[in-house]
């Protein structure tokens, strides 16, 4: 699961915004370095020296005919016009695919993200709890419920037949059910951003357009789409650069002749190991991408022409026509939330199927034995096991290190600012082939005499720990950047020194944006399976063991284990909703007769949730 | 609170200078309040008053000089070491703690004993009791001005800095909050520095009226002196609105003769502040008094003749605009008394107004300096200039 990041790729977007060090703080030189220095330290062994070692291995030449003699150094740039020709299909494959995803992805997002902020009222941190809870349910586990759901005679596929409109007669394993897998499965990477934007929008503006004349898709077009553009720019990034790079939907819902980049980096690395050829695949990606998103913004800036739109006609059925203008939105809202649903509600039913034969991919009849005996098959149970400290580890040290250097980047000018960036910014925007397969080669490289860096829990928890750290950072980043500067000097004015400003106003008021980036690096490392796939040795992580059970079939016990995750995620979140409204509620009774005069303005006092937190980043 | 009247010291700055790059923030300031005084730092945006009042707080360190508080040298002191306390632009109050905890803050960080009930009187002195346990964003805007006020108040600090402290407020609670500071301030006895753009705000509270631009002081002086007899363009124009006569001295006797335009004016030589030959006439509107044609003028008088070119009744006064020979648009009030008929646009008058209300500035002076920072308080360039095509000034057109 990952829930998107929106600065980093409005830097990239060209669109920087310089988090400002508060003047009168922070007058020792020597501090930011060492706020920096671990957590850049482990982002320059475990991702620029990968990368660095990645790129001497795509300039190698094979030692003879057969690749398993070994490769030599060779400034080989010959690798990548071989690569290219040899896989160009799928490089167009790959960005065709991740486009139409990316496209859908912002179709659906838009009109989602525009009523939860404008239109949501008081159910607006519901809804943002509905739009992210589905990933806490498997990533792997929900694709997988694609398939159930996109079956041959399914519900779907025979509707779509009976209404003639398949061409193949099936979705499954057609380029329709990749993209539709695509699209699922990084679409808060759009609505998050989009939100943020969206958000921000003062809506007494639309009632300027309004005033000023303007109908009302008029006013969309000039106003709020120019203003939700960051969104936009941000929302299509995030989800094109996962996109482009992912197999596993490709795996689980394609078939073999619509394979991605992805699939042919992974097997080039695992199976066919030709490591140069594979080398250069990656860094050929990482350039496509970076091309993309320089080309992507100034496609997105051009803005939508209302002129085309028809004016609202008045007429006999104009009531009706009212009635759904009004509800349009939230109609189309609500089928958003259907689509996002629909699989985890799938992980749901089917853990209370037994299976008629291995796979539990059609429904049998209604059982409580795989709730009841959770662990028959004792490897899941240590596979979730292994995630759980994983993940609980690499959020501990990620969520360390990250909030370090957001402090230091926002508290301290100091020289390399715009590299320390930059570093933060790259490991989000390498796809996670890349990252994988490059760490790959360093452990494989870090060898002493006869002692082998062995592969398992502890390569698999560094690279979790590496590919968190950016998350965290900008997640704190953003919060930090929010924070007003003058209570920390209204703090220092009265008379607490650094210790008790940090203790009892900076901490407590970026709480809320560490807790959020916990609970992210948490769901990152959970779910991950690309990059564990590579570093895992022979330890199973959870995803792991879905991954390898697909052949032999799911047990029903992964669907257990899938909605009690998604469960307990959608319970924390939403008891810590409930408590913050309580505690509003609870001061406000306290004088409930000052209640008028606080104002119409009913700003809450308490912080933002962490959940808002992570959908509010800037943008 | 009324006997917590404490024992403070004067604040010194001495040849305070903050720099930025090649920029002067701050030039050069030497200033002593007087302990207990209410100060007012006035001055357009970027003038360098709040710099000055950051840097008496402790949140900026000064490139040069020294601050003091009697012989207490703090300049250097750290902001939670300095017996200062500041009410923030905005307030800065706390967004996680209730009232009572942001206004027990500062104690709390002493150690001090009695928190409780010093909090509770402090609240009760800014009558927000009732108030203690709601957040900040549950509170309007005057409550959340008086909570910034007592959360620095309690600490009991030897000076109190208000960084434009009531911009955020509406007119009416504004002047509320104005009548209100000032009663806390009498009833205290700390010395307060209040930095502000707003002539009428400070004049309103002020025992003394620091006015600033760019970086430095132009004129210190009671609100009154001030405004009756400024010593710069500057200072005329931004503390309310002038008529400016730029002249030639003739005679200096006791009373300075001045020829301007062809007309001759007279001025004690007190009210003088310079002795160049080419200097300003300056005479504020309210002085003016329209005679319409017919009637007697005083002898002693200082008159022009004009014709009157805009009337506009506001309550209180009427405001008109005449225009001399030679192309000058004056602005005069005159009070409502409700006794004779008023001039009408197009008659002929004269303007008359006593030689001890006009004052004399420099004539290098640029006559528009003060003006364009604070066009809201000048205030009555309307329709008419437009028309005249003249520039927003209210001194000389052309």
């Given at each position: 699961?990952?829930?998107?990041a929106?600065?980093?790729?409005?830097?990239?977007?060209?669109?920087?915004r310089?988090?400002?060090?508060?003047?009168?703080?922070?007058?020792?030189?020597?501090?930011?370095?060492?706020?920096?220095?671990?957590?850049?330290?482990w982002?320059t062994v475990?991702?620029?020296?990968?990368?660095?070692?990645?790129?001497?291995?795509?300039?190698?030449?094979?030692?003879?005919?057969n690749?398993?003699?070994?490769f030599?150094?060779?400034?080989?740039?010959?690798?990548y016009?071989?690569?290219?020709?040899?896989?160009g299909?799928?490089?167009?494959r790959?960005?065709?695919?991740?486009?139409?995803?990316?496209?859908l992805?912002?179709?659906?997002?838009?009109?989602?993200?525009?009523f939860?902020?404008?239109?949501?009222?008081?159910?607006?941190?519901?809804?943002?709890?509905?739009?992210v809870?589905?990933?806490?349910?498997?990533?792997l586990?929900?694709?997988y419920a694609?398939?159930?759901?996109l079956a041959?005679?399914?519900?779907?596929?025979?509707?779509?037949?009976a209404?003639?409109?398949?061409?193949?007669?099936?979705?499954?394993?057609?380029?329709?059910?990749?993209?539709t897998g695509?699209t699922?499965n990084f679409?808060?990477?759009?609505?998050l951003p989009?939100?943020?934007?969206?958000?921000?929008?003062?809506p007494?503006?639309?009632?300027?357009?309004?005033d000023?004349?303007?109908?009302?898709?008029?006013t969309?077009?000039?106003?709020v789409?120019?203003?939700?553009l960051?969104?936009?720019v941000?929302g299509t990034?995030?989800?094109?650069?996962?996109?482009?790079?992912?197999y596993?939907n490709v795996?689980?819902?394609?078939?073999?002749?619509?394979?991605?980049?992805?699939?042919?980096?992974?097997?080039?690395?695992?199976?066919?190991?030709?490591?140069p050829?594979?080398s250069?695949?990656?860094?050929?990606?990482?350039?496509?991408i970076?091309?993309?998103s320089?080309?992507?913004?100034?496609?997105?800036?051009?803005?939508?022409?209302?002129?085309?739109?028809?004016?609202?006609r008045?007429?006999?059925l104009?009531?009706?026509?009212?009635?759904?203008?009004?509800?349009?939105?939230a109609?189309?809202?609500?089928l958003?939330?259907?689509?996002?649903?629909?699989?985890?509600?799938i992980?749901?039913?089917?853990?209370?199927n037994?299976?008629?034969?291995?796979?539990n991919?059609?429904?049998?009849?209604?059982?409580l034995?795989?709730?009841?005996n959770?662990?028959?098959?004792?490897t899941?149970?240590r596979?979730?096991?292994?995630s759980?400290?994983?993940?609980?580890?690499?959020?501990?040290v990620?969520?360390?290190?990250?909030?370090?250097i957001?402090?230091?980047?926002?508290?301290?000018?100091?020289a390399?600012r715009?590299?320390?960036?930059?570093?933060?910014?790259?490991?989000?925007?390498?796809?996670?082939?890349?990252?994988?397969?490059?760490?790959?080669?360093?452990?494989?490289?870090m060898?002493?005499?006869?002692w082998?860096?062995?592969?398992g829990?502890?390569?698999?928890?560094?690279?979790h720990?590496m590919f968190?750290i950016?998350f965290?950072?900008?997640?704190?980043?953003?919060r930090?950047?929010?924070?007003?500067?003058?209570?920390?000097?209204?703090?220092?004015?009265l008379?607490?020194d650094?210790?008790?400003?940090?203790?009892?106003?900076?901490?407590?008021?970026?709480?809320?944006?560490?807790?959020?980036a916990?609970?992210?690096?948490?769901?990152?490392?959970?779910?991950?399976f690309?990059?564990?796939?590579?570093?895992?040795?022979?330890t199973?992580t959870?995803?792991m063991?879905i991954?390898?059970?697909?052949?032999?079939?799911?047990?029903?016990?992964?669907?257990?284990?899938?909605?009690?995750?998604?469960?307990?995620?959608?319970g924390?979140?939403?008891?810590?909703?409930?408590?913050?409204?309580?505690?509003?509620?609870?001061s406000?009774?306290?004088?409930?007769?000052?209640?008028?005069?606080?104002?119409?303005a009913?700003?809450s006092?308490?912080?933002?949730?962490?959940?808002?937190e992570?959908?509010?980043?800037?943008s | 609170?009324?006997d917590?009247f404490?024992?403070?010291d004067d604040?010194?700055l001495?040849?305070?200078?903050?720099?930025?790059?090649?920029?002067a923030a701050?030039?050069?300031l030497?200033?002593?309040?007087p302990?207990?005084?209410?100060?007012?730092?006035?001055?357009p945006?970027?003038?360098?008053?709040?710099?000055?009042l950051?840097?008496?707080?402790?949140l900026?360190?000064?490139?040069?000089?020294?601050?003091?508080?009697?012989?207490?040298?703090i300049?250097?002191l750290?902001?939670?070491?300095?017996?200062?306390?500041?009410v923030?632009?905005?307030y800065?109050?706390?967004p996680?703690?209730?009232?009572?905890e942001?206004?027990?803050?500062?104690?709390?960080?002493r150690?001090?004993?009695n928190v409780?009930?010093?909090?509770?009187?402090?609240?009760?002195?800014v009558?927000?009791?009732?108030?203690?346990?709601?957040?900040?964003?549950q509170?309007?805007?005057?409550?959340?001005?008086?909570?910034?006020?007592?959360?620095?108040?309690?600490?009991?600090?030897d000076v109190?800095?208000?960084?434009?402290?009531?911009?955020a407020?509406?007119?009416?609670?504004?002047?509320?909050?104005?009548?209100?500071?000032?009663?806390?301030?009498?009833?205290?006895?700390?010395?307060?520095?209040h930095?502000?753009?707003?002539?009428?705000?400070?004049?309103?509270?002020?025992?003394?009226?620091?006015?600033?631009?760019?970086?430095?002081?132009?004129?210190?002086?009671?609100?009154?002196?001030?405004?009756?007899?400024?010593?710069?363009?500057?200072?005329a124009?931004?503390l309310g609105?002038?008529?400016m006569?730029?002249?030639?001295?003739v005679?200096?006797?006791?009373i300075?003769?001045?020829?301007?335009?062809?007309?001759?004016?007279?001025?004690?030589?007190?009210k003088?502040?310079?002795?160049?030959d080419?200097?300003i006439?300056g005479?504020?509107?309210?002085?003016?008094?329209?005679?319409?044609?017919?009637?007697?003028?005083?002898?002693?008088?200082n008159?022009l003749?004009?014709?009157?070119?805009?009337?506009?009744?506001?309550?209180?006064?009427?405001?008109?605009?005449?225009?001399?020979?030679?192309?000058?648009?004056?602005?005069?009030f005159?009070?409502?008394?409700?006794?004779?008929?008023?001039p009408?646009?197009?008659?002929?008058?004269?303007?008359?107004?006593?030689?001890?209300?006009s004052?004399?500035?420099?004539?290098?002076?640029?006559l528009?300096?003060?003006?364009?920072?604070?066009?809201?308080?000048?205030?009555?360039?309307?329709?008419?200039?437009?028309?005249?095509?003249?520039?927003p000034?209210?001194?000389?057109?052309?």
């Open positions: 699961m990952q829930i998107p929106s600065s980093p790729a409005i830097e990239i977007a060209g669109v920087p310089p988090a400002e060090p508060a003047p009168g703080l922070s007058k020792r030189r020597g501090t930011p370095y060492w706020l920096l220095i671990p957590g850049m330290l982002l475990f991702f620029v020296v990968p990368l660095v070692s990645l790129f001497a291995t795509s300039l190698q030449a094979p030692v003879s005919d690749p398993d003699d070994g030599y150094f060779a400034w080989d740039f010959a690798n016009p071989e690569a290219l020709s040899r896989y299909e799928q490089f167009i790959s960005f065709i695919f991740a486009g139409s995803a990316t496209i992805a912002l179709v659906i997002a838009y009109p989602l993200a525009y939860i902020a404008f239109k949501a009222g008081r159910w607006k941190a519901l809804l943002l709890v509905l739009v809870a589905p990933f806490f349910a498997s990533f586990i929900r694709t694609w398939q159930t759901i041959d005679e399914g519900f779907v596929v025979n509707t779509l037949n209404l003639n409109l398949l061409p193949e007669d099936r979705i499954l394993s057609t380029p329709i059910a990749v993209v695509l699922y679409l808060p990477f759009m609505i989009l939100y943020a934007a969206l958000d921000k929008i003062d007494r503006l639309v009632e300027a357009g309004a000023l004349y303007a109908a009302p898709f008029t969309f077009g000039k106003v789409w120019p203003l939700s960051p969104g936009v941000a990034l995030l989800t094109f650069i996962p996109a482009a790079g992912d596993i795996r689980l819902l394609g078939s073999t002749n619509d394979r991605m980049i992805g699939s042919v980096i992974d097997s080039q690395f695992i199976i066919v190991r030709d490591y050829i594979a250069a695949l990656s860094f050929l990606l990482m350039a496509s970076m091309a993309a320089q080309a992507g913004p100034r496609l997105a800036s051009t803005t939508i022409d209302p002129s085309a739109a028809p004016p609202v008045e007429s006999g104009q009531r009706a026509l009212r009635w759904i203008r009004e509800h349009t939105l109609v189309y809202a609500g958003a939330l259907v689509y996002m649903f629909l699989p985890v509600a992980v749901i039913i089917f853990s209370f037994r299976p008629a034969g291995r796979q991919t059609s429904w049998n009849e209604f059982s034995q795989a709730w009841t959770i662990c028959r098959d004792p899941i149970c596979a979730v096991g292994t759980v400290s994983i993940a609980l580890l690499a959020t501990i990620g969520t360390i290190l990250g909030t370090m957001a402090f230091a980047l926002v508290r301290h000018r100091f390399g715009s590299t320390t960036n930059l570093l933060i910014f790259l490991p989000m925007a390498t796809p996670e082939v890349v990252l994988g397969s490059s760490l790959l080669a360093l452990f494989l490289n060898y002493w005499g006869t082998q860096m062995p592969l829990f502890w390569t698999i928890l560094i690279a720990i968190v950016s965290v950072v900008v997640t704190v980043k953003a930090l950047s929010g924070l007003d500067p003058r209570l920390e000097q209204a703090a220092m004015d008379y607490a650094e210790r008790a400003t940090f203790r009892h106003v900076t901490l407590p008021l970026v709480a809320p944006g560490i807790a959020g916990a609970l992210l690096a948490f769901s990152l490392s959970f779910d991950d690309i990059i564990t796939n590579f570093n895992s040795g022979s199973v959870f995803p063991y991954w390898g059970a697909a052949q032999r079939g799911i047990p029903p016990q992964v669907n257990v284990i899938a909605t009690i995750m998604f469960l307990g995620a959608l924390i979140v939403l008891l810590a909703q409930v408590l913050g409204a309580r505690r509003r509620r609870a406000a009774r306290a004088d409930a007769r000052f209640r008028a005069a606080a104002g119409a009913g700003t006092a308490a912080g933002p949730s962490a959940l808002e992570i959908a509010r980043r800037p | 609170m009324a917590a404490k024992q403070v604040l010194h001495v040849r305070l200078t903050k720099r930025y790059g090649e920029h701050v030039d050069d030497t200033l002593t309040i302990a207990g005084s209410f100060f007012a730092l006035l001055g945006s970027g003038c360098g008053k709040t710099t000055t950051r840097m008496v707080a402790g900026e360190v000064p490139s040069e000089g020294m601050i003091r508080i009697g012989e207490q040298d300049t250097h750290r902001p939670f070491k300095r017996p200062v306390n500041t923030f632009q905005s800065a109050l706390f996680h703690m209730d009232i009572f942001n206004v027990a803050f500062g104690l709390r960080r150690g001090e004993k409780e009930l010093r909090v509770n009187e402090m609240l009760d002195l009558e927000l009791g009732p108030m203690a346990r709601r957040r900040p964003a509170l309007s805007g005057g409550q959340q001005q008086r909570v910034a006020v007592a959360r620095a108040l309690i600490n009991r600090p109190l800095l208000l960084d434009e402290p009531l911009g407020l509406d007119l009416k609670l504004r002047r509320q909050m104005q009548i209100e500071l000032k009663r806390i301030q009498t009833e205290v006895g700390i010395t307060f520095v930095v502000t753009h707003d002539q009428e705000e400070a004049m309103t509270m002020a025992d003394t009226i620091a006015v600033m631009n760019q970086g430095r002081i132009e004129q210190l002086g009671a609100p009154q002196d001030i405004y009756d007899t400024p010593h710069t363009a500057f200072a124009n931004f609105q002038s008529n006569l730029p002249g030639e001295v005679g200096r006797d006791g300075v003769t001045v020829r301007a335009f062809g007309q001759v004016v007279r001025l004690p030589q007190e003088v502040s310079t002795d160049a080419r200097i006439v005479v504020r509107p309210e002085k003016l008094h329209l005679h319409r044609e017919g009637t007697e003028v005083p002898a002693g008088r008159t003749d004009g014709v009157v070119t805009d009337a506009s009744f506001v309550g209180v006064s009427t405001q008109y605009l005449v225009a001399t020979s030679w192309g000058q648009e004056l602005i005069a005159e009070q409502n008394m409700g006794s004779a008929t008023r009408a646009v197009g008659e002929r008058v004269v303007v008359s107004w006593e030689p001890g209300h004052f004399g500035l420099d004539g290098g002076d640029d528009n300096a003060g003006i364009e920072e604070d066009l809201r308080e000048v205030g009555h360039y309307t329709a008419s200039d437009a028309q005249a095509g003249l520039a000034t209210p001194a000389v057109g052309g």
